[in-house]
């Protein structure tokens, strides 16, 4: 599993012209599934989301996780995330299926609001339109394979 982090001010993610989920400060996800993927590792990696020190502290340090921060999450489905780009059109073999990838990505969702969260999200497979304003700019790229 692969999650792009990203710190945010503000994102949204659209359908059709419509908004279904927007966030203030927080973190912007992008989440990816490989076959093989497990319940395990989601967690592993909502954990490893929901614990990222990135958030500035009174000194101005990334001190600061967030919760302690008041940080919300908006988390969207990324297949592309797992593209094989060996040549110049990429293939996504790697990607899981929907039929595993939908409930990782929900079980992900789930975790994180668990631990007291609010999680917006987009809608898995659909055609979406992402939107953010990147603050720092900080971004985690968090694989699974190095947790």
Same mark, same amino acid.
């Given at each position: 599993?692969?999650?792009?982090?990203?710190?945010?001010? *503000?994102?949204?993610?659209?359908?059709? /012209? +419509?908004?279904?989920?927007?966030?203030? +400060?927080?973190?912007?996800?992008?989440?990816?599934?490989?076959?093989?993927?497990?319940?395990?590792?989601?967690?592993?990696?909502?954990?490893?989301?929901?614990?990222?020190?990135?958030?500035?502290?009174?000194?101005?340090?990334?001190?600061?996780?967030?919760?302690?921060?008041?940080?919300?999450?908006?988390?969207?489905?990324?297949?592309?995330?797992?593209?094989?780009?060996?040549?110049?059109?990429? /293939?996504?073999?790697?990607?899981?299926? !929907?039929?595993?990838?939908?409930?990782?990505?929900?079980?992900?969702?789930?975790?994180?609001?668990?631990? /007291?969260?609010?999680?917006?999200?987009? *809608?898995?497979?659909?055609?979406?339109?992402?939107?953010?304003?990147?603050?720092? !700019?900080?971004?985690?790229?968090?694989?699974? *394979?190095?947790?």
């Amino acid at each position: 599993m692969r999650a792009v982090v990203t710190r945010v001010t *503000e994102a949204s993610v659209a359908i059709d /012209g +419509k908004i279904v989920g927007q966030i203030g +400060k927080g973190f912007l996800v992008l989440l990816g599934v490989r076959e093989g993927d497990t319940e395990e590792i989601a967690k592993k990696i909502a954990d490893k989301i929901c614990g990222l020190r990135v958030f500035e502290d009174e000194n101005g340090k990334m001190n600061i996780n967030p919760a302690d921060a008041g940080a919300s999450l908006l988390i969207v489905s990324q297949f592309t995330l797992y593209a094989d780009c060996k040549s110049r059109r990429p /293939g996504f073999s790697n990607a899981a299926r !929907p039929e595993t990838a939908i409930p990782l990505y929900e079980l992900v969702i789930a975790e994180c609001r668990a631990r /007291g969260f609010t999680v917006e999200t987009g *809608e898995f497979g659909a055609d979406m339109k992402v939107a953010s304003v990147n603050d720092g !700019p900080v971004t985690i790229l968090l694989d699974s *394979e190095e947790l």
